[in-house]
């Protein structure tokens, strides 16, 4: 099984829209991480989990809503997005939260419409 | 000042070429260093981790000046596949910050 997965790898949505994000790691990890990249600009970190508790919540909009169920599952909860959300979204896990190697999904690119 | 700075090319160099890039970091108390490899709308993968002491892997070499506060990426013998963004990662506290990346193109 892939280190750590993402589903649906494509979204285009509404800004009336409901939809989640998913991802899961299999490496046994502790901490798991929700980034956005837009173009041209750096990973900009969105929130964090340890041990299914947000330890950071980078002054995201609140229409961006985080749920991590357990240690291997995250999600985002997205609704009445605005059309500059548009972006990668990638998840990553690691095996505690401080400040070592982060492994990759292959990401969800979101269009808002 | 951003925290973590790159130059972000691109780089076009001939294939077998030697090539390097810097990055400049802004906290001195940065402890952990990464250099990333991030293929085009694809996902970022760890290339290599950066010791005070260096290291190398192959064709890779990463090094650290903390005195200068930057770190560097040396590619030794270009393949045309090594054509990707780099992205150069350092800590602030307990979480890592991404450098915009280098981009790398290695014609042959």
């Known amino acids: 099984e892939t280190g750590v997965t993402q589903t649906p790898r494509h979204l285009v949505m509404g800004m009336t829209n409901k939809k989640s994000l998913k991802c899961e790691q299999h490496l046994g990890h502790n901490a798991m991480y929700w980034y956005k990249q837009s173009a041209k600009k750096p990973l900009e970190l969105m929130f964090v989990y340890s041990l299914e508790e947000r330890v950071e919540n980078n002054s995201v909009p609140s229409r961006f809503s985080p749920e991590c169920p357990n240690s291997s599952h995250l999600f985002l909860h997205l609704h009445t997005l605005q059309p500059e959300d548009s972006a990668l979204y990638l998840c990553?896990?690691?095996?505690?939260?401080?400040?070592?190697?982060?492994?990759f999904g292959p990401g969800t690119r979101l269009t808002v419409l | 000042r951003k925290e973590v700075e790159q130059d972000p090319g691109p780089f076009n160099v001939p294939e077998g070429a030697t090539v390097a890039f810097n990055c400049t970091y802004s906290n001195s108390a940065s402890q952990s260093f990464f250099w990333y490899r991030q293929d085009c709308r694809k996902e970022p993968k760890l290339l290599m981790s950066v010791y005070s002491s260096g290291n190398e892997d192959g064709r890779f070499t990463a090094q650290l000046n903390r005195a200068s506060q930057y770190i560097s990426l040396l590619i030794r013998d270009s393949k045309l596949s090594d054509s990707a963004t780099y992205l150069c990662?350092?800590?602030?506290?307990?979480?890592?910050?991404f450098g915009g990346g280098t981009r790398l193109m290695v014609k042959p």
């Open positions: 990662v350092g800590n602030a506290g307990n979480m890592l910050t």
């Open positions: 990553a896990s690691s095996r505690g939260p401080g400040p070592t190697e982060q492994f």
